[in-house]
């Protein structure tokens, strides 16, 4: 017979099993048969899963994409990057038809509030596209949504501090749509 191997450990012939019962080894020879695994019947010895480490791998992979896709989903949300939960596609639709709609992300209808998700930098807090995309959404909460104090926020590209507000509308009392800060108190 040679030798055989069993589960990773080579027994010479004298110490092999024979039918699934080991004999008892030397001093400093391979394990006493309790400590060993016994042979299959006809000596063959298979590779099998242990504990089930291997079962389902696939299964795991495509719950570890799947817990991936959410995570970049919901990095995408919080960065307003792309549509989410809470796009107001009637606004979305609304905005694809003007002119300004190339700088637009996203539009979202939170609390009542009317934001803009743009890809324009911080630093264009008051500019001009900013302005107009401000003016478009006051239009479209009063003119489609019927909306007589309408709220809107134009918000900058990700960054640093989160998406800045560009240029705004706080309802009736705000004159235009160039950034204003509410007074304390109010």
Known sequence: MGALAIGGVWFPDEAAPRNGVARAAAPGGPAPAAARPAAPAGGTVVAAEVDGENAGSGKKDAQERARAEKKRQRAMEAEASGPSKHTDKDAVAYFEGRKVSKRVKDVRMVGGYLRIYTDLPESAD?????????????????????????????????????????????????????????????
């Open 126 to 186: 008051n500019s001009k596209q900013a302005v107009k995309l401000c003016e478009a959404g006051v239009d479209y909460l009063v003119g489609e949504l019927g909306t007589p104090s309408p709220v809107v926020f134009v918000q900058a590209e990700f960054g640093e501090n989160g998406n800045p507000v560009l240029a705004n509308m706080l309802g009736p009392d705000d004159p235009d749509c160039r950034l204003t800060y509410p007074r304390p108190g109010k």
